[in-house]
């Protein structure tokens, strides 16, 4: 739960869930048997639901809801991530612009670029110490360990670039890289209305084929009562 974003464990959910279920039951029982009514399906629903929210990401090999919520924040915090792992290129881009005279300071540009962040900022913070024992290539391994997407591990692979490159020729890299992060952005998205499209044109469709089925069946039909009138 907590690489998926969410600031709690699976033992503090299931003790939520736990205390929940049972202060639904022992309710229950007491309104039933105040009313002197007995309905088992209330039990049940409770067990099935109890059942379905188990911290358990598949069963049988089938997902369970407890699994595709966590894909869902996961992939949320995976997204927030990535952005702030873009505008920190952007950053680092100025810099480097700002700085085309002098040699680049990779320590320094980690500071710069940890100033503006929020959710990445713990990944930056174990990297510049590395960074400052003098361990380059370990500080950028656990930078791209720390927040695990794509986008971080290309991140980490830059800043290991940083103090080899001219800052110009860095800037025009990180230009060239998030160019192809935007075109990538784009096809997604074209590919998802394409996709939208074919969701909301699906019922129209599927109208006209029932109307002109309807038709065919109701000439069909005709044809076939004019058929046995003449016989």
Request: contains cysteine; proline residues 3%; neutral net charge.
């Amino acid at each position: 739960m907590l690489e998926a974003g969410m600031k709690t464990d699976s033992k503090y959910y299931n003790g939520i869930r736990y205390i929940l279920t049972v202060v639904t039951l022992v309710i229950q029982v007491k309104v039933q048997m105040k009313a002197e009514v007995l309905r088992p399906h209330i039990f049940l629903l409770v067990a099935g639901i109890f059942l379905l929210t188990a911290p358990v990401e598949s069963f049988c090999g089938k997902q369970m809801p407890f699994g595709f919520f966590m894909e869902v924040f996961k992939k949320g915090q995976e997204d927030q991530i990535d952005k702030e792992v873009f505008e920190a290129m952007t950053q680092l881009k100025n810099l480097c612009i700002a700085q085309a005279d002098f040699p680049l300071s990779g320590d320094y540009m980690i500071e710069q670029v940890m100033k503006f962040s929020q959710i990445t900022k713990h990944a930056y913070s174990k990297m510049l110490v590395l960074w400052r024992l003098g361990d380059s290539e370990s500080a950028c391994e656990v930078f791209a360990v720390t927040l695990n997407t794509k986008m971080s591990r290309e991140l980490s692979s830059i800043f290991l670039k940083l103090e080899s490159m001219a800052p110009v020729e860095m800037a025009e890299h990180l230009n060239l890289y998030q160019s192809h992060i935007r075109e990538e952005r784009m096809t997604k998205h074209l590919r998802k209305q394409e996709m939208m499209s074919y969701v909301l044109y699906a019922p129209v469709i599927a109208s006209a084929f029932a109307i002109m089925l309807n038709f065919m069946v109701v000439v069909i039909w005709l044809d076939t009562m004019e058929l046995m009138q003449k016989i």
